[in-house]
Nanobody, 116 residues
Framework: QVQLVESGGGLVQAGGSLRLSCAASGRTFSGYTVGWFRQVPENEREFVAA????????FYAESVKGRFTISRDNAKNTVYLQMNSLKPEDTAMYYCNARTVSNNYWGQGTQVTVFS
């Protein structure tokens, strides 16, 4: 069992930055793809970014390319999402996800609100 704990959300003005963190407890992220998704009320959860823990290969949604960066810290067993040039449309609950072919875990979410 993997427990994911997100932190770093908050209120920020458009053009500002935030860094989200996702820490795992219970086991390491080894073998997992760890990603971030976001959701606004009445919409489906959408993919934002992901990283393969072993190779470090990263993936991004088109809407965040060039603005967001996903990274990992092996020693801290933590994944980060650096969000720059934030826009009001980035406002959402952000969820950390860790998955393999047979496991799929979600964090409790952290709210990001961007005001203009």
């Amino acid at each position: 069992q993997v427990q994911l704990v997100e932190s770093g959300g908050g209120l920020v003005q458009a053009g500002g930055s935030l860094r989200l963190s996702c820490a795992a407890s219970g086991r390491t992220f080894s073998g997992y793809t760890v990603g971030w998704f976001r959701q606004v009320p009445e919409n489906e959860r959408e993919f934002v970014a992901a990283i393969r823990w072993g190779s470090g290969t990263t993936f991004y949604a088109e809407s965040v390319k060039g603005r967001f960066t996903i990274s990992r810290d092996n020693a801290k067993n933590t994944v980060y999402l650096q969000m720059n040039s934030l826009k009001p449309e980035d406002t959402a609950m952000y969820y950390c996800n860790a998955r393999t072919v047979s496991n799929n875990y979600w964090g409790q979410g952290t709210q990001v609100t961007v005001f203009s």
